[in-house]
C-alpha cells in the first residue's frame, strides 16, 4: 500500500498498528527488503497496516517523522512511533518488531 500525506490522516486514524516503509527507487538496500515488506503485509493484514512511503514523492512525511536514512520502517500504534528500525533489516527482524506492536 501507498501512503501520501493524502491518505496518511486516514490510515494512521485506524485501529490497526501501522509500519511506514521509508524508500526510495534508487536506494538499493530499500529494493532488498522490499519483497520482505510485502510479503509480512500479506501475513499481517488482518493485524497491521504496512504501507510504503516514497520520499522523493512525498518528503512531507519524511519530515514529519525526521527521516534522513533509508530504508526506515517506523513501527506505530495509537499513532506513536513505538519502534524504528534504519537499513536493511532481515526478515525475523522486521517480524518480531511487527509482532511486538501487537
Known sequence: MEITSENYNEII???K???????ATWCGPCRKIAPIVEELAE???DQVIIGKVNV???DDLASK????NIPTLLF???GEVID???GAA???VIEEKIKALL
Do not use: H
Not at 498498528?17 to 524508500?23: A, E, I, M, R
Not at 517523522?65 to 534522513?68: D, F, K, L, M
Open 13 to 15: 486514524s485506524q485501529s
Open 17 to 23: 498498528p501501522v509500519v511506514l516503509d521509508f524508500w
Open 43 to 45: 501475513a499481517y493484514s
Open 56 to 58: 522523493e514523492e512525498d
Open 65 to 68: 517523522y525526521g527521516i534522513r
Open 76 to 78: 506505530i500504534k495509537n
Open 84 to 86: 524504528k528500525f534504519v
Open 90 to 92: 532481515t526478515k525475523d
